[in-house]
């Protein structure tokens, strides 16, 4: 008889979930037969199968048969070998399932991870984006986390904006290949932000404790310092950065440096004082004259200093 396993494509039908005890290997969709069954039809994928991650549940001789090799991800394989092959006939053929119950599926094994502890209100999750949108978990081009394509060209696929950004003059290089998304993004996504808290930053990870992702690479912009700079410390970089990309030098939402600082600085504020507001510019501060339209040519240490109020050098 000629098997026909198409255990890779999985999905779990509507209603399925339980799993046999352990031992009886007995489910409504049949039997466990084992993943040897499956090399017969599906020699591309299983010839390749030791290089991926999820070789491991078969490596290990240990875990259950609802948890080892293809059928820990397919489902019990008995009625597809019978029927030689066929999507209706496997559990769990994710091609025909839906994004909830890919992500269902996956989380089976994956949900003890932390990097995964808010993927379910996470922005993917509540726009329909499932794991094997992103994920090619048989045929994965990449070396590492089994993405469908390059890293950037998969995040770009959607956030078109985000690919012209990071085409201005002054960004971060990703597409030099310096860095990734996911070194300020977590795509599973990450927990409330403890800055500006009123517009939260969408799945961006933290660095130590509660700290912005810039700093995991701008550590002199940590602190503590002695005096710090209100607008860094709680409204965040992107106050006055860009952070993928900007027609502007380092990144500035204006191209004029003091534009920025007047945003804040205008004596909008009740009192318009150090201790009870936003400072206002000084009357020896004439904004027409060039030497004093670039704030930071004085005010040096403007992300926090240890020696003086006004961030002087």
Known sequence: MRLSILLFLAGLPVGYGQTAPQGQGVTPAGEFVGSNACKTCHADIWLNFYKNPHYKSLASGSEPPERTGCEGCHGPAQKHVAARGGKDTIPRAFSLMEPRQ???TCLECHARDFSRANIRRSEHTMNDVACNSCHSIHHSP???????????DLCYSCHAGQRAQFSMPSKHRVNEGFMQCTDCHNPHG???ATWKMAQRPRMVEQALNTEQPCLKCHVDKRGPFVFEHPGVRIEGCATCHHPHGSMNAKLLTRPVVFTICLECHNGASTFGTRNSGVDLQSSRHNLLDPKFQKCTT???AIHGSNADQYFLR
């Open 298 to 300: 004085c005010h040096v």
């Open 190 to 192: 990450a927990f409330e």
């Open 102 to 104: 890919a992500l269902n």
């Open 142 to 152: 990449t070396p590492k986390y089994l993405l469908a394509k390059k890293q950037s």
